[in-house]
């Protein structure tokens, strides 16, 4: 049992942090942000350059076979930088959705790991909550293809993605585990309509509508989707993890400071006890978020079941301290906590969305639950 | 980076899983459960049987007879003990003042305790809080007064807990009068049977007998019974402070007995023919507390392996026993809250029976409120973490 990084992992973790300081101070943020998909495109290719986009494509894809603790590394600092990017998305689900594909999946996952392609999942429909299996989408098969049709409510990433791994039902009933196919789609397809949406966090979201859209290319195999999905989506999940962890460690260091600094009433706000004690409160719920995020990630070997358990427990508190941590820093920050001046807000904003991608609190205490 | 013991260590848990496997009367379960402290001939016949395995003191160096054990096995006897439905050993002679003494002690009282407390034939109170002096334990007033070969003692203790069972207490007494209030202070080891030691019973909410006011009335105290040198008794309690991760971590161990009593009387109690632990709003509220031990066990992980790295932990100690009280306080309520409303069953009037986990689960309940004021309130460790960690 321990808990250190290995030297390359720190390496990792280290060479992030210093991106993100070099490169997103919290002065840029806004401009940054108002760039849109311009200041998303120069972030990619930077990460592109450094390596990073390929580094949870496995060796024998050519990527560089990071696995949960690389991705945990990274994640981690440009969580605590917040670095706005579809990496979570295009570069650790999208590989794990994409993994064991074949063919298929080769030149695509080629394409990511360069740069080349951002990819992006559908998975959600409006009826179906954060469940995976209620799929209602439908892909008939028609001229030995794929016909879909149907809506995604919600593809975290999708607003620039080039293509669109989809999850449709060709067997079975709406809520059935079995009889879900995943279905690779490029943005372009006719028939696919792509509402673009952005989020308070500067990240890019989409809705798709498919009318017919035709030759899906079927990934792995026919009605068995769900289990990789599934995995995948628990991978991503560890991915947030580490992200709303090292964000609310940066806010608890922003906040310390403040109170360090900031004086009223003759003194250092830090002096009265009230917000000394609120601030332990924070730096406990860091220190809980880092504890989950280990739990989520480290317990792996499990086995698929135990693992996602163990998954949906780490994103229940890390959701929980996360959104605490920004709200408080908010408060003891004051007015200007509240201001868009200040990067303080922007990580609430964060933690709020993080604490719903790909899945809210209550929907994974109920998963662990059951 | 990985949570998986080594084959050692999982060598050395199934050891520990057999020894705890027939070491647990049926009749314990509830009350251990409940984080109640079984009766003391119970503990003293736990103590005792550890002890015969040479497992009596699991944190000591074993050149003063503990196990020797490494933070790691440390956590896994814990864990096993937790998971056996085994009570965590009465700590005031085993983590309070044992350490103490092997630390700062003469060779003499070494010689004269150590054995006695790893075999539970003493039995260790703790005479540090008075009336006035709670929280802010520096305004200590008890004085000893050198007499002779004899410390002389007058003064009056509070929240002695199990000072109607002990043997012997560990008492800090003012020796002279500094400047700073934390000098001038000893630390005086008593038998209760010495002339002048009066103890009264302190009725407490659970309607358990757990603790006392002691009146000291010109109590002697041999001299070779000071610990260390005169006057520095304050700084003596600084060997505890670096100890406390391993305890708090300890006895948060033991949280996983609560959820298994929820999720007994949970199992048992039916509404509309469904079991309460399968509606889900009650299985709602039971995960969340489960989760949030979950994130206290894995802090406790972090705090072991620091310790088996040798490395400072900061102020995790603290943050341990904070979340342990609120989290045992969650636990014994939603507890009470599973068995409805025979929850007010709590002693029989007359000849008839309470119901399964009465009148225990309300017991811990009760004595759960406790847990966040004593060992430093919980307020104590906010402002501890604040000072020492963050420098506010």
């Not at chain 1, 940054?32 to 496995?58: C, D, K, Q, Y």
């Not at chain 1, 063919?103 to 080349?116: H, K, M, S, W």
């Not at chain 1, 060709?170 to 009889?179: C, D, I, L, N, S």
């Not at chain 2, 407490?204 to 757990?210: A, N, R, Y």
Request: net charge negative; glycine share 10%.
């Amino acid at each position: 049992m321990n808990f250190l990084y290995s030297d390359e992992q720190r390496m990792l973790l280290e060479s992030a942090d210093r991106f993100g300081l070099d490169n997103f101070p919290a002065t840029d943020r806004l401009k940054l942000l108002a760039e849109g998909e311009a200041g998303v495109r120069r972030t990619w290719s930077m990460m592109a350059e450094l390596g990073w986009l390929m580094l949870p494509i496995a060796e024998e894809q050519g990527g560089l076979g990071g696995g949960l603790v690389e991705v945990m590394a990274l994640q981690e600092s440009l969580g605590r930088h917040l670095v706005p990017s579809p990496f979570v998305t295009s570069c650790v689900l999208a590989p794990a959705l994409l993994e064991g594909a074949g063919a298929a999946g080769a030149e695509l996952l080629a394409a990511i790991g360069a740069g080349e392609a951002v990819v992006a999942a559908g998975l959600l429909e409006a009826d179906g909550g954060y469940d995976l299996h209620r799929v209602a989408l439908a892909a008939r098969s028609a001229d030995g293809g794929h016909v879909l049709s149907g809506v995604k409510c919600h593809v975290e990433d999708g607003a620039d993605a080039g293509w669109f791994l989809i999850s449709a039902r060709t067997a079975g009933g709406v809520a059935e585990r079995e009889g879900i196919s995943l279905l690779l789609v490029p943005a372009s397809a006719p028939g696919l309509t792509v509402h673009r949406f952005r989020a308070i966090d500067g990240h890019r979201h989409a809705r798709l509508e498919l009318n017919d859209v035709r030759d899906a290319i079927l990934i792995g195999d026919r009605d068995q989707a769900l289990p990789v999905i599934e995995a995948a989506v628990a991978r991503a999940s560890c991915a947030y993890l580490a992200e709303a962890t090292g964000s609310m460690e940066s806010l608890s260091a922003i906040t310390l400071d403040y109170l360090r600094t900031r004086h009223q009433f003759g003194k250092p706000i830090g002096s009265f006890q009230v917000l000394q004690h609120r601030m332990v409160d924070m730096v406990i719920a860091c220190e809980e978020a880092r504890a989950m995020m280990l739990h989520g990630t480290l317990n792996h070997h499990l086995g698929d079941r135990d693992w996602q358990r163990a998954v949906s427990a780490a994103r229940v508190r890390v959701s929980e301290c996360g959104v605490y941590v920004g709200q408080q820093a908010v408060q003891l920050h004051g007015g200007v906590g509240f201001s868009d001046e200040l990067i303080v807000s922007h990580h609430l904003k964060r933690q709020m969305m993080l604490a719903q991608a790909h899945g809210s609190i209550d929907y994974h205490r109920g998963r662990f639950a059951a | 980076m990985k949570l998986e013991l080594d084959a050692s260590d999982r060598a050395f848990q199934e050891e520990v899983r057999a020894f705890f496997a027939d070491s647990v009367p049926e009749n314990w379960r509830t009350r251990v459960r409940a984080g109640l402290r079984l009766n003391p001939e119970e503990l003293t016949a736990y103590q005792k049987r550890l002890a015969a395995r040479g497992w009596g003191a699991p944190t000591w160096p074993a050149e003063y007879g503990g196990a020797g054990w490494s933070p790691v096995q440390q956590y896994i006897f814990w864990k096993e003990a937790a998971d056996a439905d085994a009570p965590a050993q009465f700590h005031q002679g085993l983590e309070l003042i044992g350490p103490i003494i092997f630390t700062y002690g003469s060779q003499e009282l070494k010689d004269r305790y150590l054995p006695r407390i790893i075999n539970a034939d003493d039995w260790w109170c703790q005479g540090y809080s008075e009336p006035g002096a709670g929280s802010d334990l520096a305004a200590l007033r008890t004085r000893a007064v050198r007499d002779g070969d004899h410390y002389v003692l007058n003064g009056q203790k509070a929240w002695t807990s199990y000072a109607h069972v002990a043997s012997h207490v560990f008492v800090l007494a003012r020796t002279s009068d500094e400047a700073k209030r934390q000098q001038g202070i000893s630390l005086l080891l008593l038998d209760m049977k010495t002339p002048g030691i009066t103890v009264r019973p302190v009725e407490t909410m659970d309607e358990k007998h757990h603790t006392n006011e002691m009146f000291l009335d010109d109590v002697r105290v041999p001299v070779g019974n000071l610990v260390g040198e005169e006057g520095r008794g304050w700084e003596y309690g600084k060997v505890l402070l670096d100890r406390e991760r391993m305890v708090t971590a300890s006895v948060a161990i033991f949280l996983t007995q609560t959820i298994r009593g929820i999720k007994e009387a949970a199992s048992r109690r039916t509404i509309g023919g469904v079991r309460l632990i399968d509606q889900p709003g009650f299985r709602s509220k039971l995960a969340q507390f489960e989760i949030e031990v979950i994130a206290l066990q894995t802090m406790i992980l972090r705090l072991m392996a620091d310790a088996n790295a040798g490395v400072d932990s900061g102020p995790r100690g603290s943050m341990v026993k904070l979340r342990w009280s609120q989290l045992t306080q969650q636990g014994t309520a939603l507890w009470i809250g599973a068995l409805g409303p025979e929850a007010a069953h709590f002693a029989p009037l007359g000849d008839t029976g309470v119901p399964a986990d009465m009148p225990y689960a309300m017991q811990g309940a009760l004595y759960a409120r406790v847990t966040s004021i004593y060992g430093g309130s919980s307020e104590i460790q906010h402002n501890i973490i604040a000072q020492r960690a963050l420098r506010l």
